[in-house]
């Protein structure tokens, strides 16, 4: 994801002020206000084990940051908390494709319609790449939440899978004895992400608050 955001970045006419790897970024120690002097906002994908210090460290230096790594939702509260003591902004999202954001409305809808059709089972399947750490993907996990938004009565189980070097595959399946229907987003490259991700740190600039992708393509529409 960092090289695809570089090369789509210079592509669009924007300044790169600087790239902080992991290994030089042991507990958020590269993140400081002389390397960071000039940016108007920060693009954070890195890990779970690593992506709240980041994010604690760049609203403390007044840097809006746009977020797409998954697997630390839980501590959302304490991060609102500094968010208002600082006055930051951070907007985050498990999947910045405009594709997926469509594809998890359209799951929703469908899951309304089969809410009353126990004869169809219904089950997600998601597949990345060998070096994905979480299982199952931030972006399953809210495809599960959308769906059992429409239709509480089903578990919706997912099943995760890592291996090649797939940039990502979700599938929705509604499968009965005689019939399967499904529903599926395939990304080709990791440029959809990438795409969105600038996006969203175009618009982020000068606001205040803590944002969702979701937000920002659809407002309060449901």
Sequence with gaps: MGRALEALAKEQSHT???????AENRQGQAITAERLAGAEVAVEFTRPTTVVENLHRLVALGIPTVTGTTGWI??????????????GAILYSPNFS??????LRAARDLSRRFADHPEFDGFIVEHHHLAKVDAP????VRLREKLRE?????????????????PGIHTLTYDSAHETVRLEHASRS???FAAGALAAAQW?????????FEGMLFGSEP
């Design 137 to 140: 993907s931030g972006t399953a």
């Design 190 to 192: 990791r440029q959809a």
């Design 74 to 87: 839980e501590h959302l509260p304490r991060l609102e908390q500094s968010v208002q003591k600082h006055g």
């Design 204 to 212: 982020l600039r000068g606001k205040r608050g803590i944002y969702t």
């Design 98 to 103: 405009v594709g997926v954001q469509l594809f």
């Design 150 to 166: 429409a239709d509480p009565s089903r578990e919706f189980p997912i099943t995760s899978i890592r291996a090649g070097a797939v």
């Design 16 to 22: 790169v002020q600087t790239i902080i790897t992991g």
